[in-house]
């Protein structure tokens, strides 16, 4: 079964600091992918990572991934208010067309 | 639409009541998803949909849970004689193709928040 975690569950950080959240997932898989979610709202795209060492950046926020370790990193550079959200990876199981399996999520609140 | 709407936002029902979500994707996509995410949890798959052809039902928690998308446009998640672990936040996806071919991204809506009492 593949299963996603997530580190930390929660995250409280000032503006203005860098931090990373970390994805670990538990079998073989070459897409990783990163959401963001407001309260109340939808899921919103933010990465999709497709191969071994795949780093992207967009603004304050960097992901990248490592499928040998299976490990996904999302790194914030000098944190915003706006920022302030739940973020998920999510894993694209090889072999299956079309299963996400997500993690738990990691809250984000930064603090002015 | 703009984007992927969902029906209705909110839905209280009495256990063992009968409910329907409905799914309006962004017009012409082809892919669409459903997943349930419980209180504090990443959302879970469901069942997927190409045009019409239900492609993926594992998900499906009980045979209580029906889905449909008849003409390859609009869904309906149908959730029979709901029990309270039903409870949770029903969210859409739709793409313009299949997203594991194309690496294109899944648009979700959203949401409808079941709470059954």
Not at chain 1, 31 to 58: H, M, T
Not at chain 1, 82 to 91: E, K, N, Q, R
Not at chain 2, 4 to 13: F, G, I, M
Not at chain 2, 25 to 33: A, D, M, T, Y
Request: charge should be positive; hydrophobic fraction near 35%; include cysteine.
């Amino acid at each position: 079964e593949l299963k996603v975690e997530q580190n930390p569950l929660f995250l409280s950080m000032q503006e203005g600091k860098n931090y990373t959240i970390y994805c670990n997932y538990s079998t073989t898989s070459d897409r990783l992918y990163w959401y963001r979610q407001d309260p109340g709202k939808s899921l919103e795209s933010l990465f999709v990572l497709l191969s071994n060492g795949a780093v992207k950046q967009e603004g304050r926020l960097m992901a990248s991934l490592d499928t040998k370790a299976r490990l996904s990193t999302l790194h914030i550079t000098a944190a915003v208010h706006d920022l302030s959200a739940t973020y998920f990876c999510a894993v694209d199981r090889v072999g299956t067309a079309s299963k996400l399996t997500f993690g738990t999520g990691t809250r984000l609140q930064v603090t002015l | 639409g703009a984007g992927v709407s969902q029906s209705p936002r909110y839905k209280v029902a009495k256990r063992g009541q009968d409910v329907a979500l409905r799914c309006d994707p962004i017009s012409g996509h082809v892919s669409l998803f459903w997943y349930q995410q419980a209180l504090g949890q990443g959302p879970e798959f469901l069942t997927y949909f190409q045009n019409e052809a239900q492609l993926d039902k594992s998900g499906l928690p009980s045979d209580r849970f029906f889905a449909e998308r008849p003409e390859g446009s609009v869904s309906t998640l149908k959730i029979q004689r709901t029990q309270q672990e039903d409870s949770a936040v029903y969210l859409c996806a739709s793409s313009p193709s299949h997203p594991r071919l194309t690496n294109e991204k899944l648009f979700f809506g959203s949401g409808t928040q079941l709470s059954v009492l």
